[in-house]
């Protein structure tokens, strides 16, 4: 069965260091899309990619980098990691502008920056 | 810019129904989603309404209102299964990004 994955599920980091979070799907979806969750804001886009090497900013990407080099994966860095990245991380992906727009959603990543 | 209203917390006992309201300015509308999160969980799709009208799933309904700016996702014959947290989300081009609300916590009581 089709399915996304991200790894790892959680991680405990340091300030100033460099995390990157992996997100792999199995859906061969053009459309991926990481997300961070706090509480009080729901899911706030972070970065998101129509396709192989595109990839565009969200509301909240200062600090955080995507790169797309094959249909399946969309990692996600943290140049440098700050306490106000603490979070849970979802990646989701999508099929070509299917009538329902329904993203399917990864397990998530919890993010501990100390 | 665009922004998303809904109530952050609403209690029902099992078996009632009930509406979740979701008020949204935006700039551009192509549709409204619908998404469910339990406690710990990832958030799943429930339903998408890019038509004014109503759109029923089993025990899920959701309602769009374009000239309002209004939609709803209303839940019968509750269950405890259903408690959960409710996002609705706005499509605003034909790409599929979403923005989100911050979502309606729903307890569901016996």
């Known amino acids: 069965d089709a399915e996304i994955t991200q790894s790892p599920r959680h991680k405990i980091t340091e300030t100033g260091r460099q995390v990157t979070l992996a997100c792999h799907q199995t859906?061969?979806?053009?459309?991926m899309f990481w997300y961070r969750q706090d509480l009080g804001h729901g899911l706030r886009l972070i970065h998101y990619?129509?396709?192989?090497?595109?990839?565009n900013k969200g509301e909240v990407s200062d600090g955080y980098s995507v790169s797309r080099s094959n249909t399946e994966d969309l990692p996600l860095t943290l140049e440098s990691a700050a306490s106000s990245q603490t979070s849970v991380y979802f990646c989701?992906?999508?099929?070509?502008?299917?009538?329902?727009?329904?993203?399917?959603f990864g397990p998530g990543t919890r993010l501990t920056v100390l | 810019g665009q922004s998303l209203e809904q109530p952050s917390e609403v209690t029902a006992v099992e078996g009632a129904i009930v509406q979740i309201n979701c008020t949204y300015q935006?700039?551009?509308?192509?549709?409204l989603s619908w998404y469910q999160q339990h406690d710990g969980g990832a958030p799943t799709f429930l339903s998408y309404?890019?038509?004014?009208g109503l759109e029923e799933t089993g025990r899920f309904s959701s309602f769009l209102s374009r000239s309002d700016s209004y939609g709803y996702l209303l839940l019968q014959e509750l269950q405890m299964k259903d408690s959960a947290s409710y996002f609705c989300?706005?499509?605003?081009?034909?790409?599929?990004?979403?923005?989100f609300g911050t979502g309606t916590r729903l307890a569901v009581r016996p």
């Open positions: 935006t700039s551009g509308f192509y549709g």
């Open positions: 990619s129509y396709g192989v090497q595109d990839t």
């Open positions: 989300a706005v499509r605003k081009s034909s790409g599929d990004k979403l923005t």
């Open positions: 309404n890019a038509l004014d």
């Open positions: 989701a992906s999508s099929g070509l502008s299917s009538s329902y727009n329904e993203q399917f």
């Open positions: 859906w061969n979806h053009n459309n």
